[in-house]
């Protein structure tokens, strides 16, 4: 860290910083500059000690210059993370797609879903149980039923499941049923379910909150991490700027910046950054162009009619299919390994 | 709600909008235009049908025109609410101020802090038991222990107390011990805990959400009026922009704005709405002039050495002692009461 | 400037930038800390060589310590620059208010609003001869006819007046007529406008651009000030959010914020700001609670037929002199002076 | 356009908003719904008149439901715009990448670079003559000289030419010697500029604000194209978001939605998008993947020591051409034709 002090700091001043810093059993360690004294800290620093500094009389700014997360960031864990479950490889070489609908709705909805998503080639099934809306009257979600459901016909297609859970008193159900426990962009700074998601077991999707900074993202995987859970993967789904054309501004940026800062394997969500069915493509092929780890894809086999209204941003099955067949010659150019050969052609016949 | 086709939807498309409105009960009101058919419709819309609507063919657009909340909206309660408690009336013709530490650290701090909020003309004493903070490695907050200091400093110094909630959990304890329970900017969006707030017999501080619009603050009060609490109070505390020099952009049209939206009261948080103490006087003095029902100010006696860091933002004693003697000239110019008169000089031997 | 490197930067790296930074004349100050290496820069330092060290290998970041302008700054001019044109001190102790039509539309329109605002209180008659709008099919302006029936109402009332110019080959003319220029928001980075004006020999008030930084807004009066006219006064006129409620988010800590790091004079725009008519009494009033040295508002006799549409942010006359009337009041609060008393009351026959 | 009134507004208020309708010689269509009546306007609507009907009594809201600009839109022109210059073809299949420094310095470093962005298998030449800064005292770019020594360079090499013009005297001089001019990010709404580019005779490039929507950018490049210049490219330069890790926010869904809106063709400018040099790479096969006709990337053979500071975004000539090999593979994937065939290997002696 690093405290610089105004043109006009005088001499008794700098001494009091000084006098503080060693008070810390820090060493102080000055530099006078052409029209101002910068005083280094050596030492570790805890964040009180930079606050009073700040607030000390002929101090103009303090920079720390270390991160304030550790385990996430690459510098502590220089290779990446690879998260395996029953096979599947997040992190590694392998670009997963996870697809499904927002919300599960019934046995039959989601088993129909299941089968199109593990024909089209994905390895995931998402599907929402309990739901986070903007408003007391919209629908909320079927809850713990739809986890069942959703974790039988995983089961039955041989996909793993995702779903979301919004509050630290439901993460064991959650994590009895699911294979991937997601957190949503609101909850991103819930810390009492993060703290909740360290002793849960299971890997996390953290989503960005959609204001959320790069910084802010990783250490709210440091929660996570911190409390013993190292299987967490980072979300981008768009942040919120100027532009209401789009629901969000999908932050592609983000994919090489948190590779780079960080071990961690990231996930974008087309679907949710940008709200509107015909960008999901686009965004799609851009996004694992920009060296994603995965995509998370919301798929309907009636869009139209879902429960959660999200269906305005959900591709249609056929949609699905041909954009994963695309993703399969396009991974290799950026160093991923695709295939849909699982995906016979009869599947098709159901759905669009 | 109404539904835009575009300049080249067909007459059987719109015939088939037509159809589907009629299919759910309601009336289809059609306007042909120059350019472009216009369909109105009559009755009570669910949001299902709105985005079922907004992804049929020809639909270039869905308008709606009627508000997602009902209690939060001066539509439906022309009323202002007035929230009482003990004698204090927010939402009326009296300025409240709000006034403490960050943290609750001590005994002797709090009740040291207490006194002098009381003795600057303040109704309300703040303090964080339970503390969100960005990082795990930062300090979280002493916890219960905390609320039991501050209920001890409010009843001995003649004070309501306010404190942060941070998790459905918690509720019940801080409801005992507080006077008001705050929502912090991070869960706004915490469905969970805005429900349980809904029952929890206490009136209710809910802070916007840094990046939330007025709608959705509007639309988290709506879940705790909902679930049975009328007692809510909305709390601008600034917003994140692009601008770095201030923590955040306090964004004082939200008082005017949501005062016409909403019958709640509207109070301003100048500390953490830019995050530097020396904006704190002409902000706190701006939030009375553009209307502000009251204010929550951090104060701390010895800032420099607060347990959260967050002493960048707080005024000393002296600087709000002299804050509130300012505004009390300042209130009645904008149609508001407030009286220092309770503070002896003497009290401010204390402190600076 | 400090040059920070990371913790893995070996000895012979850090020796190439002190070497490079020696080869510019400059000295290098070298602090190991427990992490990294710190390199401080003595002596003047240009752009260039802080980015070329930016991306030498080894470095981590270069921090600016000092600020890119220097005339528009408070350290290098502690005192507060006050402009005075025929009488009226902008940036003392004089609360200044500037009034009229978002366009100059006709002799008898500008004659008529002129008179309101004079016998209001208001000093500088505002009206656009020449007006920026987002398509080309809107009202762009009658141009020098306007110029010229506005510096006749202004003589006629005893009041200053302001313009847009929009471009440099237009400052000239307006400086002809006009006797104040003003830069709009679109234009607060038309670099050759700015330089154009650094010559008219007129004061100037510029607007901050709608997503510019303080930083920027100062480096852009630095522009004018560079070229030697020392009359710049800046305004803030509501910033791009996400909010869309509100036309701009008006940004009322730039006040104090400008005032502290610049001895410019700070005048608010609440018509712009907001956007709409009802909020511009409240922000004014928060306006001059927060310091700001003048305020530019809309005002129209007839906003509902004004020519370029922006009447619905333009106040009728009577709210404009009830305005000023509080705003005699509010003003001597925060050590200002206002006077209304030049406005007889029979001046508002007139109008609404 | 469409008159939304409130539930509260009486008869005869609406017969006034009628009466107001029909006096502009309009049709008015008049719906009533469950809880308010919707009034469409049939004909031409002027804006003063959308103004003066949003400000009547019981108008709570009124709703443009067409676009503001015409020969931009793709409903007035359906076919995609094919700017042919010199057999280059930009806007049909072809991926057409630009590439060079962010100024041009000398005769021999443009002359060097344009043989490697050709080698390469680049199409244009980009430079800059005269260049937008921030403050007055950053090298503003070595003028009309470097206009000539890129023309010479561009012609030696077969490639074609792309320069920023700033100001509407420059526009004739720069459109003598280069082949495209440019409209940077700061100018985008100079309007005199955009007049005086409708009539030059040459294709335009025409930045994103960095703060502009993308109806903005569509109106600004209305103005080209009313003055008679339908060859005009948009393009995405990242937008000011919270995130300041990178210096703008490069919004790539801006490719697809510009080219669903309008029929020009969209070019992505990922050096100024991310401002950082390890994100060019991923971001150029993002834009791309989302579908971009055209990508301009700064390239320097010495970053370090560009004249501008902007080095910190330019490739190494080295990593400009293995981008280009590589979006060689990944352009038949989204339909696009690219070879870098030209490029003889032994080209990339120089330079790294």
Redesign the interface.
């Known amino acids: 860290m ?1 405290v ?1 002090t105004s ?1 006009t700091t005088p001499e008794e001043q700098i001494a009091d910083i000084v006098r503080v810093i060693e008070k810390e059993g820090l060493q102080a ?1 000055v ?6 004294t ?1 005083i ?5 620093v805890n ?2 000690l ?3 500094l ?3 009389k002929g101090v ?2 303090v ?1 720390k ?2 991160k ?2 550790k385990l996430a960031s690459r ?1 502590f864990h220089p290779e990446n993370t690879v998260i395996k479950i029953k096979g599947v490889e997040i992190g590694g070489d392998e670009l997963v797609v996870m697809g499904g609908p927002c919300a599960v709705e019934s046995p039959e909805q989601i088993d129909e879903i299941a089968g199109l998503v593990k024909a089209a080639g994905g390895q995931v099934l998402r599907g929402g149980a309990f739901k ?8 909320q979600g079927i809850g713990v039923e739809g986890l069942i459901m959703m974790a039988e016909a995983g089961q039955k297609h041989g996909l793993l499941t995702i779903t979301e859970v ?4 439901y993460v064991d159900i959650c994590a009895e049923y699911a294979d991937i426990l997601q957190v949503g962009t ?2 991103m ?4 379910l993060l ?1 909740k998601l360290g002793t849960c077991g299971k890997p996390v999707l953290l989503k960005r909150g ?2 959320a ?4 993202l990783l ?2 995987a ?2 996570i991490l ?1 409390g013993g859970n190292p299987d967490v993967m980072l979300c981008e789904r768009g ?8 629901r969000n ?5 983000a ?3 948190l590779q ?1 800062l960080s071990h961690l394997p990231v996930i974008s969500d087309p679907s949710h ?2 709200g509107r ?3 999901v493509e ?2 799609s ?7 994603a780890n995965g995509l998370i894809i919301e798929m309907h086999t009636d ?10 941003q959900s591709l249609f099955p056929d949609q699905f299919a041909a954009l994963l067949k ?1 993703l399969e ?2 991974a290799p ?2 160093g991923r390994t695709f295939s849909t050969s699982k995906a016979p052609a009869e599947a098709f016949k159901v759905g669009v």
Do not use: C, W
């Open positions: 690093i610089i043109n360690s530099s006078k500059g052409a029209d101002r910068v280094g800290l050596i030492g570790q964040p009180q930079a606050e009073h700040r607030q000390m103009e700014n920079v210059i270390t304030s997360y510098d986070p809306r903007t408003g007391p009257y919209s629908f919004m509050t630290p008193e609101r909850n700074q819930n810390f009492d703290r959609f204001s900074t790069y910084d802010e250490n709210a440091e929660y911190a942040i919120r700027t100027f532009e209401s054309y789009t501004t999908l932050d592609l940026s994919i090489p910046v780079q950054g940008t069915r015909e960008l686009p965004m092929k851009a996004s694992v162009a920009a060296g869009p139209d009619n879902s429960m959660t209204g999200d269906g305005v695309d010659k396009l150019l950026v």
